[in-house]
T-cell receptor, first 113, second 110 residues
Framework: DTGVSQNPRHKITKRGQNVTFRCDPI?????LYWYRQTLGQGPEFLTY????????KSRLLSDRFSAERPKGSFSTLEIQRTEQGDSAMYLC???????????FGEGSRLTVL | EDQVTQSPEALRLQEGESSSLNCSYT??????LFWYRQDPGKGPEFLFT???AGEEKEKERLKATLTKKESFLHITAPKPEDSATYLC???????????FGIGTKLQVIP
């Protein structure tokens, strides 16, 4: 158990709908990350927060994507006007360790029909 | 640009048949190399960090080694429960994010 809870675990939606994923670390972590993983690929960096500040966004994060971490604890990732290409596993992770190791939640799988 | 390349993409072993997975990297100044295990439908599970060439880490049937250009994950006498995707990764940008390889999907057949 990495102490990172993600909800929902699986979301099926129709193209054009909005979806929101939530990530809850059990304990306080300064850095929180969102990654996306498609079938047969490794996780790809989307964005990360240092406390409540969003410090970096990947070019993968189009303007339909928005992430927040309002109080420096939990975080949300919203996708507006979903497209079939958004179908993927969305992973939340916290940063621990000397070399910046990441510890992941179980992920939220999005299927866009 | 820092890169992580894993091979093979898939590996099928008989139970008890030892083998190795490869992770080659290009980076200006290695700050660590990570190995993760990922089961289907789940998030990656952290296994090891290697910091410098020559270092080795072990956990049950797994042993990770590191040279100046690559890392190996050796699997000794694997069991079916070792079936998973193994991901190699490394930090970049001053530890601000982690870059992953595409993984090696290991299947161990009873």
């Amino acid at each position: 158990d990495t102490g990172v809870s993600q909800n929902p675990r699986h979301k099926i939606t129709k193209r054009g709908q909005n979806v929101t994923f939530r990530c809850d670390p059990i304990s306080e972590h300064n850095r929180l990350y969102w990654y996306r993983q498609t079938l047969g690929q490794g996780p790809e960096f989307l964005t990360y927060f240092q406390n409540e500040a969003q410090l970096e966004k990947s070019r993968l994060l189009s303007d339909r994507f928005s992430a927040e971490r309002p109080k420096g604890s939990f975080s949300t990732l919203e996708i507006q006007r979903t497209e079939q290409g958004d179908s993927a596993m969305y992973l939340c992770a916290v940063h621990r360790g000397q070399a910046g190791e990441l510890f992941f939640g179980e992920g939220s799988r999005l299927t866009v029909l | 640009e820092d890169q992580v390349t894993q091979s093979p993409e898939a590996l099928r072993l008989q139970e008890g048949e030892s083998s190795s997975l490869n992770c080659s990297y290009t980076v200006s100044g290695l700050r660590g190399l990570f190995w993760y295990r990922q089961d289907p439908g789940k998030g990656p599970e952290f296994l090891f960090t290697l910091y410098s060439a020559g270092e080795e880490k072990e956990k049950e049937r797994l042993k990770a080694t590191l040279t100046k250009k690559e890392s190996f994950l050796h699997i000794t006498a694997p069991k079916p429960e070792d079936s998973a995707t193994y991901l190699c990764a490394m930090p970049e940008g001053g530890y601000q994010k982690v870059t992953f390889g595409i993984g090696t999907k290991l299947q161990v057949i009873p």
